[in-house]
């Protein structure tokens, strides 16, 4: 009986501290198309999650949340990612360049291609 107890203990003390560390890394591919803004329906964009993480970006650089005062925060590990369009969509009155998740992602994801000179900048690259 002792054992079983101790044996439990150990387990669920190994479990607590591995569990947090196996995050879900998400999709490997996702479909991206804006759905709030009904005005702005193009073609679905193709976005290669996977891709990105095996590149070796940190979730960081494209994912974040937002404060109680309504501001952008940084992203922190464990933290649940929203779909863009709760924040970036017309009726939040964010500046242009990230008013909507069509802004927002032409804004970040074309502009992190073109800085780095690698990926997809030409619409047909992504849309599909």
């Keep these: 009986m002792k054992?079983?107890?101790?044996s439990a203990a150990?387990?669920?003390v190994l479990f607590g501290f591995t569990m947090?560390?196996?995050a879900d890394n998400g999709p490997a591919d996702m479909t991206l198309q804006?759905?709030?803004d009904a005005a702005a329906k193009p073609k679905p964009a193709v976005f290669p999650h996977k891709k990105h993480q095996d590149a070796g970006l940190k979730c960081g650089e494209c994912h974040h949340g937002k404060g109680a005062d309504g501001k952008k925060t940084d992203y922190t590990?464990?933290?649940?990612i929203e779909k863009c369009e709760s924040c970036h969509n017309k009726a939040a009155g964010l500046p242009k360049e990230v008013a909507t998740f069509k802004d927002a992602a032409h804004t970040n994801c074309k502009g992190c291609h073109q800085k780095g000179g690698k990926g997809p900048t030409k619409c047909g690259d992504c849309h599909k």
């Design 3 to 6: 054992k079983t107890i101790v």
């Design 34 to 36: 804006a759905t709030v």
């Design 77 to 80: 590990d464990g933290m649940k």
């Design 20 to 22: 947090p560390v196996m």
């Design 10 to 12: 150990a387990l669920a």
